[in-house]
């Protein structure tokens, strides 16, 4: 049977194989963050996603979620492909990158799946495993800090500081000891360009997202009309934002257009204008987000953040 530190890198060097940019292990111990998470809840920063405030304890500690868990792996996969073709000025209807693409729990699951019959197969000794992207009840961020795949930026993003912060997370919950990697020290400085730029005024302060404000949060989990204070501030966003990702020294440097296949955007859907999307039909949208993030808002969603960005510019006294 291989030792630990051999598991360690067999799992890591398969990782790659499948198409993680990067893997990293960590102990799994309860959150070091419980008083700020519950602060961040107590406060309401939550906004209509009630699912947060559930289970609190599960969230804050892995042994709630899997009895015996003993180490975490975080796996990360880039979407970023390339300097943005998207003119956000522009009458074209703006998606968030990781949205143009493929469903990336489509994408990342079935190979974090794969990823633990490798370890099964490394390993003599029968254990207990749980995958998870970005459903599960998992501070991923914060496990993926331990892992040493990056810290947490002002913009409560992960960043790495060669990667930039356009990737996604996966986890696996594993009841066996493995050795943990060492977190990477942060490395914002001084710098505030996220929380400046961002439009809506979501961040009451750096690490701290009032998700009420977040256009993301109202162009997706937000149930309800879009406050028209806040509608006029979004452009032609239509689903997420990547505004405060978008200013960041560290994205602007350094990351390398991703080869991943599924991550390319699309030419259906992502591609039309805000007046061409307006038009679009619930069997058009079921078509052409088919496998997409994007089915996460739902038509009517995805309808009511289109009217929502062009009432603005339609001027005062009109609908």
């Known amino acids: 049977m291989a030792s630990g530190a051999e598991l360690a890198d067999i799992i890591k060097a398969r990782a790659v194989e499948l198409g993680f940019e990067q893997c990293g292990i960590c102990r799994a111990v309860p959150s070091a963050f419980r008083t700020e998470f519950e602060t961040w809840l107590q406060q309401g920063y939550h906004g209509g996603m009630g699912y947060m405030a559930r289970n609190t304890e599960r ?3 892995p042994e709630r979620v899997m009895s015996g868990v003993k180490s975490i792996v975080v796996v990360s996969m880039s979407y970023y492909t390339g300097p943005d073709p998207v003119d956000t000025t522009g009458d074209q209807a703006v998606f968030a990158r990781y949205a143009r693409g493929d469903d990336y729990h489509d994408v990342m699951l079935p ?3 794969l990823l633990i019959e ?10 207990q495993a749980r995958a998870y992207v970005d459903t599960g ?11 040493g ?5 002002k913009n409560t993003m992960l960043i790495h500081p ?9 986890e696996i919950l594993l009841d066996f000891d493995l050795p943990a990697d060492e977190p990477i020290e942060a490395n914002c400085g001084t710098c505030t360009r996220c929380l400046d730029a961002c439009p809506t005024n979501a961040f009451v302060g750096p690490y701290v997202l009032d998700s009420n404000r977040c256009i993301s949060y109202l162009t997706i989990e937000h149930r309800g009309e879009i406050a028209p204070d806040l509608a006029a501030k979004m452009g032609n966003r239509v689903f997420g934002c990547d505004i405060c990702q978008e200013v960041c020294p560290f994205n602007v440097r350094w990351p390398e257009p991703t080869v991943e296949p599924a991550f390319q955007p699309r030419e259906a859907g992502v591609g039309r204008t805000l007046e061409e999307l307006a038009e679009m039909t619930e069997e058009e949208f079921r078509v052409e987000f088919r496998g997409s993030p994007v089915k996460r808002a739902k038509w009517k969603g995805l309808m009511r953040n289109t009217e929502a960005v062009l009432s603005p510019s339609k001027g005062p006294g009109t609908g």
Do not use: Q
């Open 59 to 61: 969230r804050l500690d």
């Open 111 to 113: 190979r974090l799946k």
């Open 118 to 127: 490798s370890i099964r197969e490394a390993s003599d000794v029968p254990f």
């Open 162 to 170: 060669r990667k930039g912060s356009y990737f996604l997370l996966g």
């Open 149 to 153: 795949l990056g810290w947490i930026g």
């Open 137 to 147: 009840p998992v501070l991923e961020r914060e496990v993926a800090v331990r892992a």
